[in-house]
């Protein structure tokens, strides 16, 4: 069975920093791409990034390219987020999802609140 | 980029059909043919219902159906049942390499 659980999301200060994981069972994530989409409260989804299968190309939503980084531990089947320079419109629920576009495994989500 | 177009919210009686929209430019709809849908129940996290326009993954059932004319696609659901009362997204790949959603559609099943 496919599963991917999120962890490490939590209350950080704007300006803060925070390192979000998500770890895959049930397949062989180095066959994947892997995205991370997040959801705002009571808001929309949104696509943050994503990373190929090697870890070699990677893509961001314009509004956190130089403050997020995506990466991947394929030995580990886990794919990562870290975010720095935290702002308040970045609280939202981080999902990992299976795949580049179409997504129909996703995690239960962690929830990121930035706030003072 | 800003979100794909949706309507803000459809409804429909149990058995009747509606249809959603979800507008995006020549960018993202019109350039590729990589428009998703997702059903997405209070607390849950979304289910992907349609892939590549028109197809369904396994076990996702015959009455939803997805088609695009140039820049909008849409998404279609047949003999409403109550469990359908969710709020519905599309997606689209775009020429940027990146994905954008639209900002949902709450249908309520009268």
């Known amino acids: 069975e496919v599963q991917l659980v999120e962890s490490g999301g939590g209350e950080v200060q704007p300006g803060g920093s925070l390192r979000l994981a998500c770890a895959a069972s049930?397949?062989?994530?180095?066959?994947?791409?892997m995205s991370w989409v997040r959801q705002a409260p009571g808001k929309g989804l949104q696509w943050v990034a994503n990373?190929?299968?090697?870890?070699?190309?990677?893509y961001y939503l314009d509004s956190v390219k130089g403050r997020f980084t995506i990466s991947r531990d394929n030995a580990k089947n886990s794919l990562y987020l870290q975010m720095t320079s935290l702002r308040a419109e970045d609280t939202a629920v981080y999902f990992c999802?299976?795949?580049?576009?179409?997504?129909?495994?996703w995690g239960q989500g962690t929830l990121v609140t930035v706030s003072a | 980029q800003s979100a794909l177009t949706q309507p803000a919210s459809v409804s429909g009686s149990p058995g009747q059909s509606i249809t959603i929209s979800c507008t995006g430019s020549s960018s993202d709809i019109a350039y590729y043919n990589f428009v998703s849908w997702y059903q997405q129940h209070p607390g849950k996290a979304p289910k992907l219902l349609i892939y590549?326009?028109?197809d369904r993954p396994s076990g996702v059932s015959s009455r939803f159906s997805g088609s695009k004319s140039d820049n909008t696609a849409s998404l279609t659901i047949s003999g409403l049942q109550a469990e359908d009362e969710a709020d519905y997204y599309c997606s689209s790949y775009t020429s940027s390499q990146t994905v954008i959603f639209g900002g949902g559609t709450k249908l309520t099943v009268l």
């Open positions: 049930g397949f062989t994530s180095s066959h994947y791409w």
């Open positions: 990373i190929n299968q090697a870890g070699s190309e990677e």
């Open positions: 999802a299976r795949a580049m576009i179409d997504y129909e495994y």
């Open positions: 590549d326009v028109t």
